[in-house]
């Protein structure tokens, strides 16, 4: 399949504005441009970049209000943090990142698609306090750990909106050790058995 196939394929699944199609094409285009000199993203994935990753991070969209403040970790090629950005006009994203190559990915597809985002450069733990109300990371780590990194946004009353693959369970199974949390899991629209964890009220367990 070719990524004009795989376009197609996307936008027969998601309702999508010509407003933010533009910009998704721009984002794309960008990745397209950067991803060899930076390791951004395999080319066995290509093929399949709207279908797989655009799709993955599009999924998000739905628990997401319009005018958000979302903080996204360890950004690298951008999804889900381009993606929403570039459907959510009216919101922000402050995307999170160490690797310098990948910030100056991430600054360019913002720049060309004219995107409400920003990039920190630095590790999570690190990271200075970044108001956001909605907190997301893709293939960023195991739930554990994902609540520790997150935990200076779940803390404050920020919804967690986590894509996860098919072991969620035993993540989540595992994350419920140090955490209370009320938790969503909604069936992926990707396929397989992977889901989109919705995470409130996250407190630390005591003891």
């Not at 960008?30 to 970049?49: A, V, Y």
């Not at 072991?167 to 058995?193: C, M, N, V």
Request: hydrophobic share 45%; with cysteine.
């Amino acid at each position: 399949m070719t990524s004009m196939d795989d376009r197609a394929a996307f936008l027969a699944a998601h309702d999508v504005s010509r407003e933010t199609l533009a910009r998704l094409d721009t984002v794309i285009a960008t990745l397209d441009d950067w991803r060899t000199r930076s390791n951004l993203i395999g080319p066995k994935e290509w093929p399949q970049i709207w279908t797989r990753h655009v799709g993955d991070s599009a999924q998000l969209l739905d628990r997401i209000p319009d005018t958000a403040r979302v903080v996204d970790l360890g950004s690298g090629a951008g999804f889900p943090g381009l993606i929403l950005a570039a459907a959510r006009p009216a919101g922000h994203v402050t995307m999170i990142e160490s690797i310098g190559k990948k910030c100056a990915f991430l600054r360019a597809a913002i720049s060309a698609a004219d995107l409400p985002a920003e990039v920190w450069q630095g590790r999570v733990e690190a990271a200075p306090p970044i108001a956001a109300s909605y907190v997301t990371a893709r293939a960023f780590a195991p739930l554990p750990a994902l609540m520790n990194y997150a935990a200076p946004w779940l803390l404050k009353g920020a919804t967690g909106v986590f894509p996860k693959g098919e072991r969620w369970k035993e993540e989540l199974t595992s994350a419920q050790q140090k955490w209370s949390f009320a938790y969503q899991a909604i069936p992926s629209r990707i396929g397989g058995d992977g889901v989109i964890l919705i995470v409130r009220e996250a407190a630390h367990r005591h003891g």
